[in-house]
């Protein structure tokens, strides 16, 4: 199975688990096992000034950290929850037209750190960088640190 279809299906199974994506007008993911794109339609996430609504944004930056997240755990084998921790935002411009987030995994050095405490303390966190962006203009940085914590089997 390609990388892209691991995210064509992993798409599927997160707008069964979160229902309010499939009235966000969400597109295929972009993924190459490094980075990842989520794009998103405007006309769903307009606020009453015709720009994208910056809890949509927002919305959508976090899922973009939380999905690569995810997906590498899945790829490296590993059973685990990923939950937000905290994050950063700041609005840079407004978006008028069809805009995607988009992030890519730390270094070699973060993942291995971020690995070694999932090994050693069943959980470990991963700082990524999201930026929502409408054709090559970034609207909106995102911070977020994730945790990731391993599933005790039943």
């Not at 707008?15 to 096992?33: A, R, S, W």
């Not at 794109?37 to 994208?52: C, I």
């Not at 939380?66 to 059973?79: I, K, M, P, V």
Request: glycine share 10%.
């Amino acid at each position: 199975m390609t990388q892209q279809q691991t995210a064509d299906e992993f798409l599927i199974w997160l707008k069964g688990q979160i229902p309010l994506i499939n009235h966000m007008g969400f597109g295929d993911l972009v993924y190459d096992g490094q980075s990842l794109q989520m794009p998103a339609a405007l006309t769903p996430n307009v606020n009453d000034k015709g720009t994208g609504f910056g809890g949509s944004l927002s919305t959508v930056a976090t899922l973009c950290g939380w999905a690569l997240a995810t997906l590498y755990l899945r790829e490296q084998g590993r059973d685990c929850d990923v939950m937000i921790r905290d994050s950063q935002i700041n609005y840079l411009a407004p978006i008028t037209d069809d805009f995607y987030a988009e992030t890519c995994l730390p270094d070699e050095t973060d993942l291995t750190t971020f690995m070694s405490f999932l090994d050693n303390k069943g959980r470990g966190r991963l700082n990524l960088e999201i930026e929502v962006k409408q054709g090559d203009q970034v609207a909106m940085t995102f911070k977020g640190a994730y945790v990731a914590v391993e599933r005790k089997p039943n």
